[in-house]
């Protein structure tokens, strides 16, 4: 087991789309440092799509802005926010638990998941619940500069559905 993955461990339940995309971010991962943007081939993971979004870290000040969002994070941002940055898209957003996940994130170098209700949505989408993972990247292999994140939402609808089908089958 590599230093990594003693750090920083997925739970055994989380979504299968965290973990593959986990489990790709360690592949591309050098053996000393973090792995650059140039280590990410998005066609390697295809069907991941739709749930990745890219962001740019710059810093003094650290400021984060979204380089490439997923369609399924786009759909329930309710709009592209390619190309802003966070703290003008939200509310409130440096006083929030995302900026401090990705505070942290940057200054460890190391992933970073979630679980839970969703912050950062459109207001009228109605999430019942979110699981994303943070994965950070650096071109000189330590200095955060870009971070790859994947997003699953699970809606009210959905769980309706599911209870639907659930009683159809029975």
Known sequence: MSKIDEEFLLPEDCDR????IHDYWLSIH???GLPAREDLDPVDVPSLLPNLWL???EHNPLRFRYRLIGSEIVHVLGDDLTGRYFDECFDNFVGSRPYATLVEMCM???PA??????VLT???YRVREMERIFLPFATDGVTVDLFLALSVYRTEEESVQSLLSNKKGT
Not at 17 to 20: G, K, L, S
Not at 113 to 118: D, F, K, Q, V
Request: net charge positive; glycine share 14%.
């Open 108 to 110: 460890t170098g190391r």
């Open 17 to 20: 789309r965290v973990r593959q």
């Open 122 to 124: 459109r207001k009228d």
């Open 55 to 57: 962001a740019n870290v």
């Open 113 to 118: 998941w979630r679980r839970g209700a969703a």
């Open 30 to 32: 050098p053996g000393k």
